[in-house]
C-alpha cells in the first residue's frame, strides 16, 4: 500500500531532551515536507526537500532540523525541544510533478513538558 | 500563492449532495484548484484539483467558474465518513513552488 509512515504517533517529552521523528515513504516521491498544526494557526510548513541531499526551510522553521539522505526518508529532528513545540505534526510527500497531489502521513501528536 | 476564502462551517444531510464553495478573486492564469479534506486529526486526504475545466473522480466534482474567481466541490452523496475540514487551495502546480498554504477551510458536519 503506497502510504507515508510517521513515527511515533505520540510522544511525550521533556524540555531540551533531543528527539528525532520519522518518516518515509514507500511510492518513489521526490518531493517531502513537513507541517506542524496548531489551533487557530493551521497548517504550517516547516522544512521542505525537492530530492535527496537539497532541503530548504518552509515557514516556520526555527527550533528545527531535517536531513535528506535517501529518497525514501525524511527525519524531523528537534535539537532541544521547548513547549512551543507541541503541536501535531505531519509529513507529505509528491511526486513534484504538474498537478501532483500530496499524501500525508497520520501524524505525530508531539507534546513538550 | 493566491488566498482562499470559504465559509467555516456547513451542514448538510447524509445522502444529499454538499456543496462547498470557494473564493480565489486573485487566482493566477497558471494556478490550479486543490481540494484537500481533514477527517479529525487525520493526515490531510487529496481529493481533486483542476485548472478551468470541471473534474470529477471516484470521490468527488469540482466546478471552476468561467472567470475562475470560484470554485464549488461536490460531494454527489454524502455519508456520515464525509465529515471533515475541507481546505481549497490555489497554487501552482510546477517544480520549486511546492508549498501548500492551507487557510482555516470549512467545517462540514453530515447530519443523520
Known amino acids: 500500500e503506497a502510504q507515508v509512515t510517521q513515527n511515533p504517533r505520540y510522544l511525550i517529552t521533556v524540555t531540551g531532551k533531543k528527539l528525532t521523528v520519522t518518516c518515509s515513504q514507500n511510492m518513489n516521491h521526490e518531493y517531502m515536507s513537513w507541517y506542524r498544526q496548531d489551533p487557530g494557526l493551521g497548517l504550517r510548513q516547516i522544512y521542505y526537500?525537492?530530492?535527496?541531499?537539497?532541503?530548504d526551510k518552509g515557514d516556520v522553521p526555527e527550533g528545527y532540523k531535517v536531513s535528506r539522505k535517501e529518497k525514501r526518508n525524511f527525519p524531523l529532528i528537534l535539537e532541544s525541544p521547548s513547549p512551543n513545540q507541541t503541536s501535531l505534526y505531519f509529513c507529505?510527500?509528491?511526486?513534484?510533478?504538474?498537478?501532483?497531489?500530496?499524501?500525508f502521513g497520520s501524524g505525530t501528536r508531539l507534546t513538550v513538558v | 500563492d493566491a488566498k482562499t476564502t470559504q465559509p467555516p462551517s456547513m451542514d448538510c444531510a447524509e445522502g444529499r449532495a454538499a456543496n462547498l464553495p470557494c473564493n480565489h478573486s486573485?487566482?493566477?492564469?497558471?494556478?490550479?484548484v486543490y481540494w484537500y479534506r481533514q477527517i479529525h486529526s487525520q493526515g490531510p486526504q487529496y481529493i481533486i484539483h483542476?485548472?478551468?475545466n470541471n473534474e470529477t473522480n471516484e470521490m468527488a466534482s469540482l466546478i471552476i467558474t468561467e472567470d475562475r474567481k470560484s470554485s464549488t466541490l461536490i460531494l454527489p452523496h454524502a455519508t456520515l465518513r464525509d465529515t471533515a475540514v475541507y481546505y481549497c487551495i490555489v497554487r501552482f502546480p510546477w517544480w520549486g513552488a511546492q508549498k501548500l498554504v492551507f487557510g482555516q477551510g470549512t467545517r462540514l458536519t453530515i447530519n443523520p
Open positions: 486573485t487566482i493566477s492564469g497558471n494556478e490550479y
Open positions: 483542476g485548472l478551468k
Open positions: 526537500s525537492m530530492n535527496v541531499e537539497v532541503t
Open positions: 507529505a510527500s509528491s511526486l513534484g510533478s504538474s498537478g501532483d497531489g500530496y499524501t
